[in-house]
């Protein structure tokens, strides 16, 4: 069985910085691209940030390029994402996701897992 489990998430004032985790269980890990999307209240669930098996390739939104980092270590089973300088509108739950075959995609319908996600609020 397929287990993805978020941490990490929390209230930070704006500027302020966090890193969430994603440590899946019951799959390859290092032969998955695992991806980050967000969904604020009465939005659709929107990309993030992706990484490929291997860790050798990233993609972000433009909304988070610069700010955010994706990253993965294998060794450990885990996939990161470390936000900086964060805004009010980055405020959402943030769900982490796997992908089979290693290359990312920014397309949710791509991703065959999925984690139960983290509230991310950052206050003004």
């Known amino acids: 069985q397929v287990q993805l489990v978020e941490s990490g998430g929390g209230l930070v004032q704006a500027g302020g910085s966090l890193r969430l985790s994603c440590a899946p269980s019951g799959l390859t890990f290092s032969t998955n691209a695992m991806g980050w999307f967000r969904q604020a209240p009465g939005t659709d669930r929107e990309f993030v940030a992706a990484i490929s098996g291997s860790g050798r390739s990233t993609y972000y939104a433009d909304s988070v390029k610069g700010r955010f980092t994706i990253s993965r270590d294998n060794a450990k089973n885990t996939v990161y994402l470390q936000m900086n300088s964060l805004k009010p509108e980055d405020t959402a739950v943030y769900y982490c996701?796997?992908?089979?075959?290693?290359?990312?995609?920014?397309?949710?319908?791509?991703?065959?897992?999925w984690g139960q996600g983290t509230q991310v609020t950052v206050s003004s």
């Open positions: 996701a796997a992908r089979g075959g290693g290359v990312y995609s920014i397309r949710r319908r791509d991703y065959n897992f």
